[in-house]
C-alpha cells in the first residue's frame, strides 16, 4: 500500500507552499458539475476538513457493523497529547462513539479525533491508510492523509476539488450521520461547545459541513447548502482570516443559486461577472500572500 502513495507523497514535497494560498471550488452535489473553480487541483493543507474524512471512515464502520454508537473510546496518551482545539479528557478517561461523533463534528476536537483513529484502527498511523485509501476510491486524486485531526504534517495534503468530492460522498453516502455537522452547539456534560462554522444558521439553506484552521492551511471550510431541492458545495482552502472566508462562502453559494435559477428560466449565466458583482475577489491565487488574522481562533490552531 505504501507504494501506492509514493508518487503523491512525492508531489507534494515537489510542490512546497511556503504558506497558505487561496483555492476555491463550487461544486453542483446533484451532478458533480463544478461551477466555479479557482487552483482546484492545487495541493493545499486541509487542516480540520480532515476530519470530514476522520468521521466518514468512523460512519463506514458504524454502518458495516463493527463499531457500535455505544462502544466506549478510550483515551490513550497519544490522544492526550494533542495540540488544542480539544475536549482535554486524560488518559483512560472514555466517551462514547456517539459522543465523541459530535464532540469531533461541532469542536473539532484533535484529542478526540487520534481517539476515534485508534479505536477503529487500532492506531492513527493505520488509520491514516484507511483514510487515504478511502480518499482514492472516491476519486480523490490529490489527496494524502498522515493523521485524523488536520494538524500541520508534510505528508498531509489535498485540493479543494478532492475536499468537494469527499463532501458530496458524505451527504450521499452517509445521509443520516450527516447531520451532526449541523448542530451549532453540543452539550458534552456541563461545557457547552459551540459549532465553528458560524454560517449554520445565518446562510439560507446551509446545513453543515467543516471548518478549519492552521498557521500552514490558513482559515478553510467547505460547506453545503440547498435550496429549491438543489444542493451546491463550496469550498474555500487557504483564507487569510475566518471572516473573510465565511463571506466568500457566503458569496459562492449565493451566486451558485442564482446561476441555476438563471439556467431554470431559460438563460446563461456568467458565473465571473455574477460573483463580482458579489463582492466576491477573482483570481486571488495570483495576488500577494496576506498575513494570516488568527485573533477569532480558539488556541490558534485546530479550528
Not at 158 to 165: C, F, G, K, L, V
Not at 263 to 291: C, H, W
Request: aromatic share 6%; glycine share 8%.
Amino acid at each position: 500500500m505504501a507504494a501506492l502513495f509514493a508518487p503523491l507523497a512525492m508531489a507534494g514535497a515537489a510542490s512546497p507552499l511556503g504558506g497558505p494560498r487561496f483555492a476555491t471550488v463550487l461544486m453542483d452535489a446533484d451532478t458533480g458539475e463544478i461551477l466555479y473553480a479557482e487552483q482546484a487541483t492545487a495541493i493545499r493543507h486541509p487542516a480540520s476538513i480532515t476530519k470530514v474524512m476522520t468521521l466518514y471512515i468512523v460512519f463506514d464502520a458504524l454502518d458495516a457493523g463493527r463499531l457500535r454508537l455505544d462502544d466506549r473510546v478510550v483515551m490513550s496518551s497519544r490522544a492526550v497529547a494533542q495540540r488544542p482545539s480539544k475536549l482535554g479528557l486524560g488518559i483512560g478517561q472514555s466517551l462514547s462513539v456517539e459522543e465523541a461523533i459530535s464532540v469531533v463534528a461541532v469542536k473539532s476536537a484533535n484529542d478526540i479525533s487520534v481517539a476515534l483513529a485508534e479505536k477503529v484502527a487500532g492506531s492513527e498511523t493505520n488509520f491514516a491508510r484507511l483514510m487515504t485509501a478511502k480518499a482514492r476510491q472516491l476519486g480523490m486524486r490529490q489527496t494524502v492523509f498522515a493523521n485524523a485531526s488536520g494538524l500541520p504534517d508534510p505528508a498531509h495534503f489535498t485540493s479543494a476539488q478532492d475536499i468537494a468530492i469527499l463532501s458530496a460522498a458524505m451527504i450521499r453516502n452517509h445521509p443520516n450521520h450527516y447531520r451532526c455537522f449541523s448542530e451549532q452547539s453540543y452539550s458534552y456534560g456541563k461545557l457547552r461547545l459551540a459549532n465553528h462554522n458560524k454560517l449554520l444558521g445565518v446562510v439560507r439553506g446551509l446545513d453543515g459541513i467543516k471548518t478549519g484552521f492552521t498557521n500552514d492551511s490558513g482559515f478553510t471550510l467547505t460547506a453545503s447548502a440547498v435550496r429549491d431541492g438543489r444542493r451546491l458545495i463550496a469550498v474555500v482552502l487557504g483564507s487569510p482570516s475566518g471572516w473573510q472566508r465565511d463571506r466568500d462562502i457566503t458569496s459562492l453559494l449565493n451566486t451558485g443559486f442564482t446561476a441555476l435559477d438563471i439556467r431554470r428560466n431559460g438563460g446563461t449565466e456568467d458565473m465571473a461577472a455574477l460573483l463580482s458583482s458579489s463582492g466576491f475577489t477573482l483570481n486571488r491565487s495570483l495576488r500577494p500572500v496576506p498575513q494570516l488574522v488568527a485573533l477569532d481562533v480558539e488556541e490558534g490552531d485546530g479550528e
